[in-house]
């Protein structure tokens, strides 16, 4: 899918009754939730300084790319460790909910194709995968907090 048609989608959502919206094309998934009103003041709000940022965005997110590759090929040599990285900027939930458990945890093994968190971005709620095999060494992010382009996420063995 692409934006444009994402962004067809969010107005479809919004003037209808419906509440969630769930599309699967081409092994992408687009789930589409309504908040309730009070909770859509806060993202507005909270754009207002992604905004102002947004210029040192590709600057930082270079810096993050750089620093990943170094940490990767590091720790690859010294401890076999390898990292899966943030494919984008958004809120890191280790969960599906606050009331479920985390996807992962550590000492738990993953696949190519184990979802391993959901990173939020505008009201979309992407499932990560892992791409790598082994085990959970470590997870390097707290729930609900900001992440880059490239920040690692979580330590694999």
Request: negative net charge; hydrophobic residues 35%.
């Given at each position: 899918m692409n934006f444009?048609?994402?962004?067809?989608?969010?107005?479809?959502l919004d003037q209808s009754s419906l509440t969630e919206i769930n599309i699967e094309d081409k092994g992408n998934i687009v789930n589409l939730k309504k908040e309730k009103e009070t909770e859509i003041i806060t993202p507005q709000v909270s754009q207002?300084?992604?905004?102002?940022?947004a210029p040192q965005q590709s600057a930082v997110s270079n810096q993050l790319d750089a620093q990943s590759t170094e940490e990767t090929?590091?720790?690859q040599?010294?401890?076999?460790l390898k990292t899966i990285?943030?494919?984008m900027v958004g809120t890191f939930y280790k969960s599906p909910s606050p009331e479920e458990n985390p996807y992962v945890q550590v000492g738990d093994s993953v696949?190519?194709?184990?979802?391993?968190?959901?990173?939020?971005?505008?009201?979309?709620f992407n499932e990560i995968q892992a791409e790598v095999t082994g085990e959970i060494a470590e997870i390097?992010?707290?729930d609900g907090?900001?992440?880059?382009?490239?920040?690692p996420l979580f330590k694999v063995k």
């Open positions: 444009k048609e994402i962004k067809e989608l969010i107005e479809i207002q300084p992604m905004q102002q940022i090929s590091s720790s040599e010294n401890d076999n990285n943030a494919p696949s190519n194709e184990s979802t391993v968190c959901i990173l939020e971005a505008m009201k979309l390097l992010v707290e907090q900001m992440v880059e382009y490239g920040q």
